[in-house]
């Protein structure tokens, strides 16, 4: 039996242990066979000297975390006690201000904040089109953007396409009223609320109006040639054969493209296919086409989300039995 003792001075201990001790709680659940105490500013730890060590270096992890950031989420406290490989810890413990991929209003900071999303910043560095594909709530989409965004700050490119289908998630607006841009924003408000993160109101405002940041829906690409533009297409399991080959011919010169879906929420119509699924498969081998794959760890929005998609993951298995998966599953590159 060993004992160690972690004081907490350095950092915010309310921060640290959370409301109502809810990351307390965290930490005494990933270590279930250790005694967990806390004090004040400290936190004793009782159990065999392996599991005492382990969550010391954990805890350590966090307060570094905490001295750098102030404040940690709970689904950022789960991800730093649960990250057992060397790239989860060096990603807590080594971030330096050039893993910032942008500086949003009001001093924001936008990174890769996960493992996956670190790989979807390196994959873009090194190809020209990217397939990043993985459940809600993994940042698929926010990383994509800010990695527009930081290549227009950069001058990497001259402007900005975002693109998704408009396709109806299991209930219809043609019935609402406005023209043609009200009907079709509720699709693409997602993309527009990265970008609100990222550019501020009045420039945001400029590039719209110049047309260097452009939204538009998927069939609108048609007959384009894109040039020296960053181009996200979001929700590409919405998207047919046909119009994921379509999107795919509109790059030009200059020009880098992230494509974007999750293959578990296909909202087409019964008589119609995914496109997506197939273009993964017959596009797997081609030098500068990289895929990742992003799952429940890369989930960063409320921590039972991540709860969520694995509950459905189970039930999806149980009901396929032993049939083997039709979706085709990446290996990341």
Do not use: C, W
């Not at 979807?120 to 089109?129: T, Y």
Request: no cysteine; aromatic share 6%; charged share 30%.
């Amino acid at each position: 039996m060993t004992e160690t003792i972690i004081n907490l001075e350095t950092v915010n201990p309310i921060e640290f242990f959370g409301v109502n001790n809810g990351k307390l709680d965290i930490l005494k659940k990933k270590f279930p066979l250790l005694k967990i105490l806390s004090r004040g500013t400290q936190i004793k730890l009782s159990g065999s000297p392996e599991l005492v060590g382990t969550a010391k270096e954990k805890i350590d992890l966090l307060v570094q975390y905490l001295q750098r950031n102030g404040n940690v989420s709970e689904n950022y406290f789960e991800q730093i006690l649960g990250g057992d490989d060397v790239e989860t810890v060096d990603h807590f413990v080594d971030r330096h201000p050039n893993d910032v991929l942008v500086f949003g209003p009001n001093g924001k900071t936008v990174r890769a904040r996960t493992v996956n999303q670190k790989r979807m910043v390196g994959a873009v560095e090194k190809n020209d089109i990217l397939f990043a594909i993985g459940p809600a709530g993994t940042g698929k989409t926010y990383t994509a953007v800010a990695l527009a965004v930081r290549a227009l700050k950069n001058k990497m490119v001259k402007k900005i396409i975002l693109t998704r289908p408009a396709v109806e998630a299991g209930e219809s607006l043609g019935f609402l009223p406005g023209d043609l841009k009200e009907k079709i924003d509720p699709y693409l408000r997602p993309l527009y609320d990265a970008l609100d993160d990222m550019i501020p109101a009045d420039k945001l405002g400029y590039y719209m109006s110049t047309r260097t940041i452009e939204i538009a829906p998927l069939a609108y690409m048609r007959g384009r040639t894109l040039d020296n533009a960053f181009i996200i297409l979001d929700e590409a399991q919405n998207a047919t054969d046909l119009q994921i080959k379509m999107f795919l011919t509109r790059i030009g010169a200059n020009a880098k493209a992230i494509i974007t879906g999750d293959l578990t929420q296909i909202d087409l119509p019964k008589n119609q296919k995914s496109g997506l699924a197939k273009a993964l498969y017959i596009l797997k081998n081609i030098d500068g086409i990289s895929h990742i794959e992003l799952d429940e760890e890369d989930v960063v929005r409320h921590r039972l989300v991540k709860a969520i998609i694995r509950a459905y993951e189970r039930e999806k298995n149980e009901e396929a039995g032993s049939r083997p998966d039709a979706v085709y599953r990446p290996e990341n590159k």
